[in-house]
């Protein structure tokens, strides 16, 4: 009880401490989120990371976003990539030289500006002529790092201050839901190996019967006559 009161006394004097735009703004970014929240709850399955990048494209004002897993522990492989002309096909490219090697399993990274002069390894950002990049990392349940997000302008940009909320808000969603997908494909494909492993006993038990059936066949034949 004494713990609690502490706590709700700390809440009220940092209320009290501030203003009402800092107020107005906390409650626009919760609403953000709620909002955020409700509309991806309505996403399933492999349609869930398109509806992510395209929030991201339309209420962030960027140019790109992608949602990605790593594969072979050096390669991003999106699962889904938007621009505001609608969803673009999904590309796959090492980590290393990129300012998502900088982010994988790490923390958020934010460059404002000049971003392809920073890596001019990533020759996606050159052909892009992409200027600011953010990032965040994505975790599993193990806190095991299984993907990351990115948003990406062709304009220097900008504290991104809201746009670092709402990333690190969908982060745990996202990362939640790539190690969801995950676990539900390798349930399907243990499935799959199961049945295959029953169908060869079956055909292994009938071939067995069949041999054993067939030099019985004879010695009937030969006790009837």
Known sequence: MESDIRRSDCIAIVIMDLDDQSINELRKSASTLDMIVEGLSKAKGENFFSEVTKYLVDNLNVKYALIGKCIDDDKICSLAFSSP?????????????TPCEEVYGKKLKHYKESVADKFPKDKMLKDWK?????????????????????VLD?????????????????????GAEIERQELIRNLTESKKDLEKANRLKDMFLANVSHEIRSPLSVILGFSEM
């Open 154 to 174: 062709e304009e220097p940009n900008q504290e991104f201050v809201d746009e670092q909320k709402i990333l690190n808000s969908l982060s745990a969603i996202c």
């Open 130 to 150: 992409i200027e600011c990049y953010m990032g965040v990392p994505l975790f599993d349940s193990q806190n095991k790092p299984n993907g990351i997000m990115v």
């Open 85 to 97: 002309s609608g969803a673009l096909d999904n590309v796959k490219y090492d980590l290393a030289g």
